[in-house]
């Protein structure tokens, strides 16, 4: 294999270095990568969407592709902020207070559910 490699032509200007197109691969998807968390970071609007995913790439987020369609529709909105929850109803004026039903201590989203409702 390294001989074939070695005896084939080069296209391009000399002197020509070769690179494993693993290693090619490799730097442009960091670098895509990279890109996309700097897009991300600079973007001024999604900030429910922001708090709860501040890095594009995480380790759960490959978990939500095996999700069935109902389970992930109710991840998504969760993740966005568009769930069916006090806050969002009322912000769409569909509720007389964006507080939180079960402990009324501060409005109802995703992140008061998962991580500050004491009644959960």
Request: hydrophobic residues 30%.
């Amino acid at each position: 294999l390294a001989k074939t490699g070695a005896s084939q032509k080069t296209h391009g200007l000399e002197p020509s270095v070769p690179i494993q197109n693993n290693l090619l691969k490799d730097k442009i998807a960091k670098w895509c990568q990279q890109m996309h968390q700097r897009e991300w970071d600079l973007r001024k609007d999604c900030r429910q969407s922001k708090l709860t995913t501040p890095k594009v790439k995480n380790k759960w987020s490959n978990n939500l592709r095996k999700l069935d369609y109902n389970k992930l529709r109710i991840a998504t909105q969760i993740l966005i902020g568009h769930a069916n929850l006090q806050r969002h109803r009322y912000i769409m004026k569909m509720e007389d207070t964006p507080i939180c039903p079960k402990c009324t201590e501060e409005g109802e989203t995703a992140i008061h559910l998962l991580t500050r409702c004491p009644a959960f």
